[in-house]
């Protein structure tokens, strides 16, 4: 059979656009492999994704994860068949933020550090339904994780406040009807966390006073836009104090072990925050630092310990020079080595009040200025939510020449 030319060119044609699909067909595969070489679990909410945790089928799943970069948000998808708990819990070296959300997207709880170490553990009573449990990475690393959800039946556990961000337990301090209040309750088991609604009708000082059976417990206090205020880590009975405004606020107590705990929460109006140190130059009454002088003459080192006790919370420090020189101060927290240690400030004031120098950095602070003989104030302070104690280490003064 012979071969026209109009043939021959229409099967150059056709063996061309063969070629062309072809290498497109490669590259859309190669770039489909790129995708799913890093496919991760989903990192939005989507209420049409994949069911990942059905409780029709079992009652208890658990699945390996992974945060792949510091910010990473991973979704899972969670059916219910009718009222139980559900018993939530991460493992492994993260520290990840977990929360709750129901279909519609409203966040019903949230958790962080409830769990082993940086871990987090939720144990939340629902209905019937579609649920998505959202976890966020803390940690400034990639890492695995381990996510374990179960199903319990409602008779298995009791709680005695609720355990959602809209409690219907409410705590409300008057001052003008008393100065305080008193709750007690129980962390009734692993995973408890008991929310409270607190109304404050007038601003000041206030006073928190955490007291348990056993120990640690967590206390944390919330804006009523759930802004973090105030989080610590409580061994033993431990007084928190806050200048806060008139208005609505949440407190959530948790347990720490895989213990019930009873414990006793007391809330008082105060006329003045209980300092260990004066947070006034004009009327002084803290720690004093007296007879500095050079060291070329007599070596003078100083180490005196305090405390931020409380959010707003200034402590100023007496200064006095009995011969001039370089002033040098050296600050730093007590507690250096923790993840979470008090992030301190510096400024350094004349006899009037008036400002000479200032070490704004974070975490410690080191201050050195040319003084004269008389006397200084030190205020130390901290712009973060951290609390906690620290020591200036080095009170000095010297010649330069």
Do not use: W
Not at 61 to 67: A, D, E, K, S
Not at 258 to 279: F, M, P, R, T
Request: proline share 3%.
């Amino acid at each position: 059979m012979r071969t026209t030319n109009t043939q021959k060119l229409e099967f150059g044609n056709s063996a061309m656009r063969v070629r062309t699909f072809t290498l497109l067909l490669i590259i859309f595969l190669l770039s489909c492999g790129a995708s799913f070489a890093t496919l991760d679990q989903p990192d939005y909410i989507a209420p049409k994704s994949k069911v990942d945790f059905d409780f029709n089928l079992q009652a208890s799943f658990q699945v390996q994860g992974l945060f792949e970069v510091a910010d990473d948000i991973d979704v899972y998808r969670v059916v219910v068949p009718g009222n139980s708990y559900l018993d939530i819990e991460t493992s492994g070296d993260v520290d990840p933020y977990l929360r709750l959300y129901t279909q519609n997207e409203t966040l019903l709880t949230f958790d962080k550090d409830n769990g082993a170490g940086a871990n987090s553990h939720i144990v939340y009573e629902v209905t019937a339904g579609t649920y998505f449990i959202v976890l966020d990475n803390r940690s400034d690393l990639n890492s695995f994780y381990t996510l374990k959800v179960t199903q319990r039946a409602l008779d298995s556990l009791s709680d005695d406040v609720a355990n959602n961000i809209n409690p219907s337990a409410v705590i409300t301090l008057n001052p003008q009807v008393a100065p305080g209040v008193v709750t007690n309750k129980t962390i009734n088991y692993y995973g408890d966390a008991d929310y409270f609604s607190f109304d404050l009708k007038q601003e000041g000082n206030i006073k928190f006073l955490l007291e348990g059976s056993s120990y640690p417990l967590k206390f944390t206090l919330y804006d009523q836009n759930y802004n973090l205020i105030q989080e610590a880590d409580a061994s033993a009975a431990k007084q928190y104090f806050n200048d806060l405004a008139a208005g609505k606020y949440i407190i959530v107590i948790q347990g720490e072990e895989q213990i019930s705990v009873n414990y006793s929460l007391s809330i008082a109006h105060i006329g003045g925050v209980i300092d260990e140190n004066s947070d006034s130059i004009i009327n002084f009454a803290g720690k004093e630092i007296n007879n500095i002088k050079n060291p070329q003459k007599n070596t003078y080192k100083k180490s005196i310990k305090s405390s931020i006790d409380y959010i707003g919370d200034v402590d100023i420090i007496k200064i006095t020079v009995d011969e001039p020189g370089e002033l040098f101060l050296m600050a730093r927290p007590s507690n250096k080595r923790v993840k979470s240690s008090l992030a301190i400030q510096g400024r350094l004031y004349n006899s009037q009040g008036l400002e000479l120098e200032a070490d704004l950095a974070i975490l410690d602070f080191n201050i050195e200025r040319r003084v004269a003989t008389g006397t200084y104030y030190l205020a130390v302070f901290t712009n973060s939510k951290k609390l906690g104690k620290y020591r200036i280490t080095s009170v000095l003064v010297y010649d330069t020449d």
